[in-house]
């Protein structure tokens, strides 16, 4: 069972920030949180990951609370082309996906 | 750098035959897993590969297995095929380290009539 909840779905406007949460309450010491994304019809891409400190890459920020039962990932600027399903996963030796969240991006 | 690369990328069997589907991960790579994409069940881990050894599975029945090849190369392959096998099977590719980002490829989509 994914060890993760996300929500099923999420809308936000064009250009503007995505804020897409992720609980993950029973996560050990040694999980890190890992977010992927699949675009329509394409295999799941790599999106951030971090262990314990907010992380910032080309696409996207994490922000991991304090206790780590939950974090967040942020698109400072969404695009029509971030249109994807968003799983957020603990990594331990394979990766479960859970449902993750589907978000659309309004024009 | 290429990519992750699958093949075929469209397959269509009839029930009780079997298939192989094939996976050839980044150069460098050494780690393979392999997972099934259905709408019901969403992306499901059948097993990774690691230096021509499996070192995980998931919870599938023995007719899905697997084999990888010392330039790292990965085949799946499906026997006595069931109608409930159609689905899209991706691969994945990693240097092998247990945190380590993974690279998909595009997938096999399979139908099984």
Redesign the interface.
């Known amino acids: 069972d994914a060890k993760t909840t996300q929500p099923n779905s999420m809308e936000s406007n064009e250009e503007e920030p995505v804020h897409l949460p992720c609980n993950h309450s029973t996560i050990s010491g040694t999980d890190y949180i890992h977010w992927y994304r699949q675009l329509p019809s394409q295999g799941p891409e790599y999106v951030i990951h971090g262990l314990t400190s907010n992380v910032n890459n080309r696409m996207a920020s994490l922000a991991i609370a304090e206790d780590r039962k939950s974090s967040t990932l942020i698109l400072h600027r969404a695009t029509l082309r971030d249109a994807a399903v968003y799983y957020c996963i603990l990594l331990d030796d394979k990766i479960i996906f859970g449902k993750g969240t589907r978000l659309h991006i309004l024009p | 750098k290429a990519g992750?690369t699958q093949t075929p990328r469209y397959l269509i069997k009839t029930r009780g035959q079997q298939v192989t589907l094939s996976c050839s991960p980044i150069s460098g790579h050494r780690s393979v897993?392999w997972?099934q994409q259905t709408p019901g069940q969403?992306?499901?881990?059948l097993f990774?590969y690691f230096s021509e050894t499996q070192?995980?599975k998931?919870n599938f029945p023995g007719r899905f297995s697997g084999r990888q090849f010392s330039n790292s190369r990965s085949e799946m392959n499906v026997s006595t095929l069931e109608l409930g096998d159609s689905a899209l099977y991706?691969c994945?590719s990693g240097f092998g380290g247990?945190?380590e980002?993974?690279?998909?490829?595009?997938?096999t989509r399979l139908l099984v009539l």
């Open positions: 992750v897993s997972y969403g992306l499901q881990f990774e070192r995980n998931g991706l994945a247990t945190w980002t993974q690279y998909f490829g595009p997938g």
